[in-house]
């Protein structure tokens, strides 16, 4: 029935946007606007880049960024874009054209990439920091190594914040279900000549919703606070020289990622309430004994200067971050164990409640780059980068639901290095014909130092005690390039290609709360051919953009997750071959009238005959084939990669009509994927067949004010997320409807 909605939804976009609809003389108002990105770290037409890129911006960034989301709302809103998480806000896992990471370590590399106003965050809970107060979101898929680094053989989350000298100064504030508050501003000026300031908050809250049966008397779980705020000032020295600085931190209370035990029924995919098979699966609802809560501290001071040197500006770009995390969850996500008089929902073998911490979380980059200040011709663009990262992470086991003092206390100290580079040149023809290419010398070095001081959990258990401290380091060195052409057909319509060279460095896991002996994965290459066309038609008022790809990836990093043992592995998938295409089209088909649509397809395939994973500890059906003699081994070579959905489709709609001295609008955005598989082995449970997540805001607007009721996931669909394998049929699921109103003063 979903398919049925998305194609009939897709064919009203298709249709309402075909020639009829463009017969009459275009005016200002029905033009579409000019896209600026920075994906090539200059201001350009999106229209003239050769790259695959979807920004995200205007009513749709300001209608999936409201009610309390995070950065996790973002997913599905362009074409080839996942995301998920198993600790929730503060931990977000992006996919790119299938290609991205379910290991949930704290050190986990991810292949995509988030930068922050050109600044690489590299560790997981840096990329949970909160989208406000934007410019706007770019999301460059396939590989970017040559002008930014490594780890992005997938692409990259770009996000721009609002500069001081912008001026669009705001405040707005929402309620909505669950007493969901989101409050935001950004307000900046001119603090004397030649010096600009700008201040953004943003505070996010929701009351614990979800009632825990276990503890009755109170909802307890689900709730809340999220703060950020950042500060830039910004000096205008001279009409070459630009400084600016910039802090901004975060701070969250809230509860872990909540884990519901046996919501899949045996031999489906089926979500299940607590009273099992035959009762319906209720999202407010659980019984969990553990304790729960997580909490994250993130502060950043930045500094950038600018100077144009008349040819070529000098941009350098220096940035420390730091964050420390507390989490504690239910694993198993029920009461009671097969030991104990009562246990539920459904069977718990045993009780499992865990603990990660960093204590400390250290990253530095400095960035130096020179770029030509030409159009047209020869340009260029060359410098160097540097990221030094110091991260400390504990891990603890509980013998008990409400234990405070840890059986288990594992340890890890990790520092990384890395170090590259690069160079681009370009050549615009008379012709328009533009060429370019780059290369990047990547070097990498990481050293993990790991024990488990404390185990004092009974033996039958089969921990086998302390882990003595050990020492694993990997390091690798590796050039990456691009080259890439544009063919301007016409001035409305672009042809482009582009091979990319991405890259990966080598990882090491070690987390040795469950094991003995730290794994390791080697870095990964990808090779990605892509080509395309990007038209602006219909005078002005049809954007059309169709990319089709094809990439190769050797020593694909993978993550066995969980499984019988209960231990996260690193391993090399010999290949993995991926194939698809991303369409996208905006329209403006009548004054007041704006539609977009976006459409993706992701074929991939794990090429490797060797490639076996322990299946599921809890009591899945697996579907491939068991390696002989070794029973709960399984083959993974021809899966599709986990989290890595055929179909994302997404679509927006929205009219405005003058009424007064402002217009009221209604807007609606829409996003689906296809089937996921939650882990490298498939299996009939841990998987969901779809999911399609819908918003509605209607309002009323001046220059000045904006009021407006809006409703997110207004269709209330109950998807599965994502799961834990190792106890029981444990799921996770997506949020829950929200109705709200908003009110937004400009000035």
């Known amino acids: 029935m979903r398919t049925k909605l998305l194609l009939s939804l897709s064919a009203i976009a298709v249709a309402a946007t075909s020639a009829p609809a463009f017969a009459q003389a275009a005016t200002d108002e029905t033009r579409l606007d000019e896209i600026i990105v920075t994906a090539q770290r200059r201001e350009e037409n999106l229209q003239d880049v050769p790259v695959s890129v979807a920004t995200l911006g205007g009513d749709t960034l300001a209608a999936v960024s409201g009610a309390g989301a995070d950065i996790r709302a973002l997913s599905g809103r362009v074409p080839s874009l996942n995301i998920e998480s198993s600790f929730g806000r503060t931990f977000p896992r992006f996919y790119i054209r299938g290609l991205g990471n379910t290991d949930f370590d704290l050190n986990a590399s991810q292949p995509v990439s988030l930068v922050y106003d050109d600044v690489v965050l590299e560790n997981p809970i840096l990329k949970g920091f909160p989208v406000f107060d934007l410019d706007r979101v770019e999301v460059l898929r396939g590989p970017q190594g040559t002008l930014f680094g490594r780890n992005t053989p997938a692409g990259i989350v770009k996000f721009d914040t609002a500069k001081p000298t912008s001026k669009n100064n705001f405040v707005k504030a929402s ?14 000026g001119e603090l004397a000549e030649g010096i600009t300031a700008r201040a953004s908050v943003l505070y996010q809250r929701r009351d614990d919703w979800v009632d825990n049966l276990d503890q009755p008397g109170s909802k307890n779980l689900e709730g809340f606070k999220d703060f950020a705020a950042r500060l830039q000032i910004q000096a205008d020295l001279s009409d070459a020289l630009m400084i600016r600085a910039v802090g901004q931190i975060r701070d969250f209370d809230g509860t872990a990622r909540l884990f519901r035990a046996n919501a899949f029924a045996k031999g489906s995919n089926k979500l299940i309430g607590l009273g099992g098979p035959t009762t319906a699966f209720r999202r407010d609802q659980v019984r969990a004994d553990g304790l729960n809560f997580q909490n994250l501290r993130n502060y950043n001071l930045g500094l950038t200067a600018e100077y144009d040197a ?41 009780s499992a409640q865990s603990q990660d911490n960093v204590p400390s979380l250290d990253q530095f980059t400095q960035e130096l780059r020179f770029a030509s200040n030409n159009k047209g011709g020869l340009g260029y663009q060359f410098g160097l980068f540097y990221l030094s990262e110091k991260l400390d992470i504990t891990s603890f086991d509980f013998g008990a639901p ?20 690069f160079g681009s040149l370009s050549y615009e023809f008379e012709s328009g014909v533009t060429v370019q290419g780059g290369v990047r010398y990547n070097d990498d070095k990481r050293k993990m130092v790991a024990g488990r001081p404390t185990d004092t959990r009974p033996g039958f258990l089969g921990f086998g005690g302390p882990v003595a401290t050990v020492t694993t380091k990997v390091g690798d060195n590796v050039v990456t390039w691009d080259l890439a052409a544009s063919y301007p057909v016409s001035d409305d319509v672009n042809l482009f290609a582009r091979v990319a060279k ?34 602006t038609l219909a005078d002005g008022k049809l954007r059309f953009n169709l990319t089709g790809f094809y990439f190769s990836t050797d020593n694909l990093q993978l ?81 599709q990669l986990p989290q890595s959905p055929r179909w994302i489709a997404n679509w927006t709609a929205g009219y405005a009509a003058p009424v007064g001295d402002g217009e009221a609008y209604v807007f609606t955005d829409w996003a689906y994927r296809s089937k996921v598989q939650f882990f490298l082995y498939n299996s009939v449970e841990f998987s969901d067949d779809n999911m399609l997540e819908g918003g509605l805001r209607i309002g009323y607007r001046t220059d000045k004010f904006d009021l407006a009721a809006y409703a997110r996931n207004i269709t209330n669909d109950v998807s599965a997320v994502s799961g834990i394998d190792f106890n029981n049929l444990t799921a996770m699921v997506n949020e829950p409807r929200v109705f709200g109103i908003e009110a937004a003063i400009k000035f």
């Open 310 to 350: 008349g040819p070529l500006t000098i941009t350098s770009v220096t940035s420390y971050w730091n964050g420390n995390l507390q989490s504690r969850g239910d694993i198993d996500g029920g009461f009671g164990n097969a030991f104990a008089p009562t246990m539920g929902p459904g069977v718990i073998p045993f």
């Open 559 to 639: 993550t066995a997750v969980g499984g019988a043992s209960n231990f996260t592995t690193l391993l090399n998938a010999k290949k993995v071959d991926g194939y698809g295409f991303e369409a996208e089209v905006e329209a403006k088909p009548a004054q007041g009238l704006s539609l977009a649509a976006g459409l993706s397809y992701n074929h991939n395939e794990i090429k490797d005959p060797n490639a076996y994973v322990a299946g599921c500890g809890a009591n899945c059906t697996v579907t491939n084939r068991q390696r002989t003699g070794s029973p709960g081994i399984f083959s993974i070579n021809g899966n």
């Open 502 to 535: 991405g890259y990966r460095a080598p990882s090491i896991q070690a987390r040795l709360a469950f094991g003995r002996t730290p794994s390791v994965a080697q870095s990964e290459t990808t090779m990605s051919y892509e080509a395309g066309v990007k038209s």
């Open 175 to 188: 309620w909505g279900s669950f007493n969901t508050i989101n409050a935001e501003a950004g307000v900046g």
């Open 402 to 421: 409400t234990d405070t003092t840890p059986a288990a206390i594992a340890t890890q100290r990790q520092d990384s290095d890395a170090w590259g580079l």
